[in-house]
């Protein structure tokens, strides 16, 4: 096990290069969280060679002496090495040690029909966290994933439901444009955003958090925004890493919902990662209650119509290094959940 000092772009090199590797590990999602402090731990073979990685983000907690550290979609290795994952686990110990934390909380890309990557968890003394079924944790727990390696334009929306595929099309014949676009459009972006989130009930992201993930991605990160009459009436934002392309956020003004801008979004998007030769486009998350009087069925229903598996991740796992302060945590996180969601809709109440 070792804690980098330095030599970061060998890190980076592995995350890039691992099958499990992700965007939140890299260092491009580091300024994106500048909240947190961010630190690495690796383990090597006996050639010095790395062959597991973690990223670990590391934040106080306002009031008491303590901290926590999250390690998103971490580990990077063979999950099932268990003398890997337990080196990995030396050294966030070691980094719980310096930072005073009271836990670590991953939330890896496993499916949770991965029995054997959850023993070896549990071994460690991993707690798996109650699982919702909803949008209840840091990252979503059921998504929906569209394998496109060495497909086609055509033969990808051969996958898709004949009234996705309708409705893409729909968008076009009504106007409806697509740009690829800079910060000059954030403004606009995340006043639709502000306008979804009041709609759909949700707490949104600040203009400036959106302007430091353009800045740091680069490249990597891509500001899709849709136009009706010359007018922007939805957005998204995708991020390309590795062997995938995600798309992390989407917005759309209750104006000219009839006019299908989201599915044009989507497809322009699917397009880049077929561009870029990915192997899977990530539509993030869904509910995993199907119950079609659930309020976010219909989110569901439209990522289910480009074809997608739905699949279900593992969850959040915890370990646990000081158990009073993290029942205290844990407590207290409802009230302030819920202290956000007031604030949040107080201020889109008002005059944007």
Known sequence: MEILKDNFEEFERFIDESSKGHFMQSKMWGPVKSEWKRECVVSRDKGG??????????????????????????PVCDMHDEATILDLMEGAKALAKKHRAYELKIDPDIKTADEKFLAIAQKIGFTQKSKGKNFEGIQPRFVFRLEIKDKTEEEVLAMFHSKTRYNINLARRKG???????????????????ETGTRDNFVTRPKVYFEKMLQSFGDNVRLYMAFFED??????????????????????????????????????????????????????????????????????????????????????????????????????????????????????????
């Open 49 to 74: 060679k790395i062959k597991g990685a973690m990223a670990v983000l590391i934040r106080k907690v306002p009031g008491i002496p303590s901290s926590i550290m999250y390690a998103p979609r971490g």
């Open 176 to 194: 409806v444009t697509v740009k690829i676009c800079g910060p000059e459009m954030l403004d606009d972006f995340t006043r639709i955003m502000v």
């Open 231 to 352: 007018k922007p009436v939805a957005g998204t934002l995708a991020i390309r890493f590795c062997d995938k392309v995600w798309y992390l956020y989407g917005a759309s003004s209750n104006a000219y919902r009839n006019v299908m801008p989201n599915y044009l979004l989507q497809w322009e998007m699917i397009r880049w990662a077929i561009e870029s030769r990915a192997a899977v486009y990530d539509f993030r998350g869904v509910s995993g209650d199907l119950d079609e009087s659930n309020p976010l069925y219909g989110l569901y229903r439209f990522k289910k119509g480009f074809g997608g598996e739905f699949t279900e991740f593992i969850g959040e796992l915890d370990l646990i290094f000081n158990p009073l302060v993290y029942f205290a945590v844990n407590k207290a996180k409802p009230m302030l959940g819920k202290t956000r969601k007031f604030l949040f809709q107080l201020k889109a109440g008002k005059k944007w």
